[in-house]
């Protein structure tokens, strides 16, 4: 208990948030059935979702240092 700091985990989930934006922003241009607005939206949504992504598994760990 004495180092209970070494056993806690440092996943934040960034790395499934980037390949979440990824994914969304492959995919979105694609679907024609959609309406062209949702399509936008989902642009938008991947390029957030993927920097809040990039944020979390790169630039937060090394501000803390």
Do not use: C, D
Not at 21 to 32: K, N, R, V
Not at 39 to 55: E, K, M, Q
């Amino acid at each position: 208990m004495a180092h209970s700091e070494h056993n806690k985990s440092k996943n934040s989930g960034g790395f499934a948030l980037i390949i979440f934006g990824a994914l969304m922003l492959f995919l979105a241009p694609q679907e024609q059935v959609v309406s062209m607005g949702l399509n936008v939206i989902a642009w938008v949504t991947g390029i957030i979702v993927g920097g809040i992504g990039f944020y979390l598994k790169f630039v937060r760990g090394r501000a803390k240092r």
